[in-house]
Every structure is written in structure tokens, then in C-alpha cells.
């Protein structure tokens, strides 16, 4: 069955501290996506980024980036440098091929950025 | 503009009195899907559709009707509405291959007394 967990259930930072953000993910499938997405302070869901499990390699996107390995069944999410305009509710998501690719989401990190 | 619409956006009720709330998507999207998000818990799908007139059950269907009888359409319905169904409801819709992300309505908060 798949299952993601995010067990740190909040993180508080000091502005321009690095931040990671842990997403351990179970499936049996070899074919599935993982996906983070982040919910700010006006409660929308905002798509970040998405993974193939045939894809390793990691991607950095601004001061974003993101580690994914297979052999830990993880999909890491590290904010450098993190802003006031950072502090969200991250959630890492998993879509497996079996079932139609039905969504399963974590619980949720939320982060904290203090200026 | 592509988006993902819900109304209402806030709703208080009282248990028992039936209720809807719409969804409606202008991607032509296949797969759409409906959410609720509860403290703790994240998001936990209620019913999703993979076309018109095929829906399926999510993880917590109970108490939940949905019909999908457009491609754009996908509301939800509550026949008796609970207190224990109080929460921040999202719909979301995406592309019916599976690879794509979900693109998602602004969430309606819906408070049963």
C-alpha cells in the first residue's frame, strides 16, 4: 500500500537559514511520481515540483532543490537561504501507476520563517 | 485564465440539511478529484473521476455523494451533513495520463453545528 510520511510536523527557522524538509515515501509500484506542493498563509495549493521514480536525478530551482533517492525511499525538500515569504505548509504527495494513479498526500510540514 | 472553481467558499450549516458544493474546471481536464484537509492529517481524497459518469472512491467516502455528468463539472454532496465533516474541502483537477500535477480550487470551509 502506499503511504507517505513527513514526520516533522513543524520546523521554525531564522531568515537566510537553509531548511530541509523530509518526505519518505512506501510504494510497490516501480512506476510512480512524487510530487511537492505548497499551501501559504492564504490556503491555496500551489504546485512545486515533480519526479518520476525512473528520474534520480536531483533539481535545483532557485533557492530550491530537491534530493530524491530510491535506495531510502525519500524525496527531500531544501529551501537555502529561506524568506519570511517561504513559511507554508509543504506537502510531498506520491501517484502510483497501479489504481490509476491515485494521489496519496503526507500530513504536512509546516515551516516557519522568522525574520 | 485556467483554473479550478468551488463555491461556496464558506458555508455554515446544521446537521442534516443537505448541502452541495460545486466544482467546475475549464482545462478539459479528465481526472477530477475531491479533498479534505483536516489538521494533522493532510489531504485525504474523498471520490475522484476518471471521465464523465466514472467515479470511483477515495480513502474516506462516507457520507459523500459526487456525480460527474460534464467533463468540467464534479460537484460534492453532503445528503446528511455531520459535524465530523467539518472541514476545508479542495477540488482539483488534472490531466487524465496520471504524470501531471493537480491543479487546485481556492477550498471552501464548511463548519456543521
Known amino acids: 500500500a502506499q503511504k507517505v510520511t513527513q514526520a516533522q510536523t513543524e520546523i521554525s527557522v531564522v531568515e537566510k537559514e537553509d531548511v530541509t524538509l523530509d518526505c519518505v515515501y512506501e510504494?510497490?509500484?516501480?512506476?510512480?511520481?512524487l510530487f511537492w506542493y505548497k499551501q501559504p498563509p492564504s490556503g491555496e495549493l500551489v504546485f512545486l515540483i515533480r519526479?518520476?521514480?525512473?528520474?534520480?536525478q536531483n533539481e535545483i530551482s532557485g533557492r530550491y532543490s530537491w534530493n530524491f533517492q530510491k535506495s531510502t525511499s525519500s524525496f527531500n525538500f531544501t529551501i537555502t537561504a529561506s524568506q519570511v515569504v517561504d513559511s507554508a505548509v509543504y506537502f510531498c504527495?506520491?501517484?502510483?501507476?497501479?489504481?490509476?494513479?491515485?494521489?496519496?498526500f503526507g500530513a504536512g510540514t509546516r515551516l516557519f520563517v522568522k525574520a | 485564465e485556467a483554473q479550478v472553481t468551488q463555491n461556496p467558499r464558506y458555508l455554515i450549516t446544521v446537521t442534516g440539511k443537505k448541502l452541495t458544493v460545486t466544482c467546475s474546471q475549464n482545462?478539459?481536464?479528465?481526472?477530477m478529484s475531491w479533498y479534505r484537509q483536516d489538521p494533522g492529517l493532510g489531504l485525504r481524497q474523498i471520490y475522484y473521476?476518471?471521465?464523465?459518469?466514472?467515479?470511483d472512491k477515495g480513502d474516506v467516502p462516507e457520507g459523500y455523494k459526487v456525480s460527474r455528468k460534464e467533463k468540467r463539472n464534479f460537484p460534492l454532496i453532503l445528503e446528511s451533513p455531520s459535524p465530523n465533516q467539518t472541514s476545508l474541502y479542495f477540488c482539483?483537477?488534472?490531466?487524465?495520463?496520471?504524470?501531471?500535477?493537480?491543479?487546485f480550487g481556492p477550498g471552501t470551509r464548511l463548519t456543521v453545528t
Open positions: 473521476s476518471m471521465n464523465v459518469e466514472v467515479t
Open positions: 519526479r518520476n521514480s525512473f528520474d534520480e
Open positions: 504527495a506520491l501517484s502510483e501507476f497501479t489504481g490509476g494513479f491515485k494521489t496519496i
Open positions: 482539483a483537477s488534472r490531466a487524465g495520463t496520471g504524470a501531471e500535477e493537480q491543479y
Open positions: 510504494t510497490r509500484d516501480t512506476t510512480y511520481y
Open positions: 482545462m478539459n481536464h479528465e481526472y
